[in-house]
């Protein structure tokens, strides 16, 4: 089973920074790799998808990089609504699992 | 645009059983895989179970393996999870879940499971 590692737990930044998440996988999975945003109450929102597509709708601010086992979601300018708990996800074989999740937070 | 509507949820005494069910909005739910994903209060998300379109191929998260059953009704644009001998850590939100370069999720469907 491949397990995915993301840092930092929490990573605490002001509106109009950038910030950097990273996800690590135990095993090389390609580019086989998703991002989600989580609002409280929300159902998550796909970013990122094959590890450096934007999902329909999502701002040019979020990117993605990475193949085989590091990845990193870029978040070049923050704005308010961007707060909130982002997972990563592999969708190389099964299980499909997802990391344990980055909380980034205002600071 | 898809809309996956999950019903079901409740609370449940452990060792009980439960049905949740998912209705998808168009017809191509038919021909692709489906998903169910929890999140227990204030954790994260955790996959546990996939089924192909035909239903040919079904996987199961080591932790619901034997006691969850997932299967679905392309006639009825309809995905079910059975879940019986529940615990109390299966207490969760519970998605049904597209996965593709588009996602698609449901609003979700909680499970308490409690005495």
């Known amino acids: 089973e491949i397990v995915l590692t993301q840092s930092p737990v929490t990573l605490s930044v002001s509106p109009g920074e950038g910030a950097t998440l990273s996800c690590r996988a135990s095993q090389n999975i390609r580019g086989d790799l998703a991002w989600y945003q989580q609002k409280p109450g929300q159902a998550p929102r796909l970013l990122i998808y094959?590890?450096?597509n934007r999902a329909t709708g999502i701002p040019a601010r979020f990117s993605g990089r990475g193949s085989g086992t590091d990845f990193t979601l870029t978040i070049s300018s923050l704005e308010p609504e961007d707060f909130g708990v982002y997972y990563c996800q592999h969708r190389f074989n099964w299980p499909p699992g997802f990391g344990q999740g980055t909380k980034l937070e205002i600071k | 645009e898809v809309q996956l509507v999950e019903s079901g949820g409740g609370l449940v005494r452990p060792g009980g059983s439960l049905r949740l069910s998912c209705v998808a909005s168009?017809?191509?739910?038919?021909?692709?895989?489906m998903n169910w994903v929890r999140q227990a209060p204030g954790k994260g998300l955790e996959w546990i179970a996939s089924?192909?379109?035909?239903?040919?191929?079904?996987y199961y998260a080591d932790s619901v393996k034997g006691r969850f059953t997932i299967s679905r009704d392309n006639a009825k644009n309809s995905l079910y999870l059975q879940m019986n001998s529940l615990r109390g850590e299966d207490t969760a939100v519970y998605y049904c879940v597209r996965f593709s370069a588009s996602d698609y999720w449901g609003h979700g469907t909680l499970v308490t499971v409690s005495s």
């Open positions: 094959d590890a450096i």
């Open positions: 089924i192909t379109s035909s239903s040919n191929k079904i």
């Open positions: 168009e017809i191509t739910f038919r021909s692709v895989s």
